[in-house]
């Protein structure tokens, strides 16, 4: 089954070594998830501030700076995971080095039918 890790943070929760180190140690994660046949795809996010939401409201786009929720903890990144099932997600969850700063929440994807597949590079 396929899960979306989601990680929420604070923005300014890291100093730039520790949001470097970081980095590192995901990129070290998803090899190791690589391996073991878990991994699909992850990427960390680009602050709020350069984030705009959209609403199609009357058959109009509405378009705002910034996320959609006011909160404290913003969505910073995420991991794209295969796992046998939610037990393995979350051990997964666990390992991302961004859950020492923040929150990871664990959703299961709903696989559409009729999809474009994904090409291999």
Known sequence: MKYMLLI???????TDGE?????VKSAQLAQHL???????????????AQ????????G????????????????GG???IDAKDLDEA???????????FGTVEIRPIIELPGLPQRQQS
């Open 8 to 14: 929420y943070l604070e923005e300014n929760c890291m």
């Open 19 to 23: 949001r470097a180190d970081c980095y």
């Open 34 to 48: 690589h391996t073991n046949g878990n991994f699909l795809a992850t990427a960390p996010l680009h602050p709020v």
């Open 51 to 58: 984030t705009k939401t959209v609403q199609v409201r009357g």
């Open 60 to 75: 109009n786009p509405l378009v705002t700076d910034g996320p959609f929720a006011e909160t404290r903890e913003q969505l």
């Open 78 to 80: 995420f991991f794209l």
């Open 90 to 100: 979350i051990e997964i969850a666990g390992q991302i080095p961004g859950a020492r």
